[in-house]
């Protein structure tokens, strides 16, 4: 399951994955991501994936990091993405991200953590 939503009151774009996470079902939901994010003048978003099962392997990650821009994602998006206490492939996903250019993503186990970094 996939949620996106505009939180007018914090600016930012929120969502949601619930369930398996495979290449496809996160590219769908970095298309919304990125049309919501265009269409509110929005640079900030907010990833939970705290009840989502990671079953992209390391080659889906890399080839997806290298789309985000074709999907609507712009590299200056600073984006917090709030996992389980088990970060190991999503720290995978964070590189790959990294090394394609997009520097302002973190990972987090605790949402307040990253709403917080998100405003500042």
């Known amino acids: 399951m996939i949620e996106v939503k505009v939180?007018?009151?914090?600016?930012?774009?929120?969502?949601?994955?619930?369930g398996d996470l495979t290449k496809e079902i996160a590219r769908r939901y970095f298309e919304e991501v990125g049309k919501l994010a265009y269409q509110n003048g929005l640079n900030r978003v907010f990833t939970d994936l705290r009840?989502?099962?990671l079953k992209a392997d390391e080659h889906d990650m890399s080839e997806l990091s290298q789309e985000l821009a074709q999907l609507g994602l712009a590299s200056s998006?600073?984006?917090?993405?709030?996992?389980?206490?088990?970060?190991?492939?999503?720290?995978?996903?964070?590189?790959?991200?990294?090394?394609?250019?997009?520097?302002k993503m973190r990972?987090?186990?605790?949402?307040?953590a990253a709403l917080e970094w998100l405003a500042g």
Do not use: M, P, T
């Open 7 to 18: 939180v007018d009151g914090l600016k930012l774009v929120s969502g949601r994955i619930e």
């Open 77 to 103: 998006y600073k984006r917090a993405v709030v996992v389980r206490e088990d970060v190991r492939g999503y720290k995978q996903w964070e590189n790959h991200c990294l090394s394609a250019g997009f520097k």
């Open 107 to 112: 990972l987090f186990v605790d949402d307040e």
């Open 51 to 53: 009840e989502a099962n």
